[in-house]
């Protein structure tokens, strides 16, 4: 499928419906949701779904799914940002404060989950960095903690904090 390049101010970024209609999805209304073939994998039977009353959209098939940004994002492979720039959140008519309070809410468990993202690169990163040190014996591991010099009461109160919100962080999403 062809990516079309929006100008903002061709959409109106609150009717998620005319979005995905405006990026070539034969959409069908079924009762209060709209449904249709999904763009994002070789689809025969309508497996994309589309809910306006909560500005949201998910595809049963490929698993993907949420907000108008990230329906954007994914179509056309650009950042949240340029999303932002393309539904017309960044300088165009609408901002950030004048939308409705779910859009605030799915906006900013987009950005956490870009910032998750990012953070699980630096850790990863960071892990095989000492890897390769342990494996190369240029450091034990008993030195590596003695190094960092985190200490134990800190440790402890991580723990405590990390159990106390542990289900808040595995369902924010």
């Known amino acids: 499928m062809a990516k079309i390049a929006l100008a903002p101010k061709t959409l109106n970024s609150s009717d998620i419906v005319e ?4 990026y070539g999805v ?3 209304r079924v009762g209060d949701h709209y449904r249709g073939l999904c ?3 070789p689809d025969t039977t309508p497996s994309l779904f589309v809910y306006p009353e909560t500005d949201s ?30 539904l017309g959140l960044n300088g165009g008519t ?6 409705p309070v779910r859009r605030r809410v799915s906006t900013l468990r987009t950005e956490l989950r870009e910032l998750e993202e990012t953070l699980e690169r630096v850790l990863v990163r960071r892990l095989k960095g000492l890897d390769r040190q342990l494996q190369k014996r240029e450091i034990t591991l008993c030195q590596y903690y003695t190094n960092r010099a985190i200490a134990e009461d800190r440790l402890n109160r991580f723990d405590a904090l990390r159990t106390q919100n542990h289900y808040y962080l595995r369902n924010w999403r």
């Open 39 to 41: 763009p994002f994998h």
């Open 57 to 86: 959209w998910f595809c049963y098939g490929c698993q993907k799914g949420w907000d108008d940004i990230q329906f954007v994002r994914e179509i056309e492979g650009c950042s949240f940002s340029e999303a932002k720039k393309r």
């Open 26 to 28: 034969d959409l069908s």
């Open 94 to 99: 609408a901002t950030r404060h004048q939308a």
């Open 19 to 22: 979005l995905i209609r405006a």
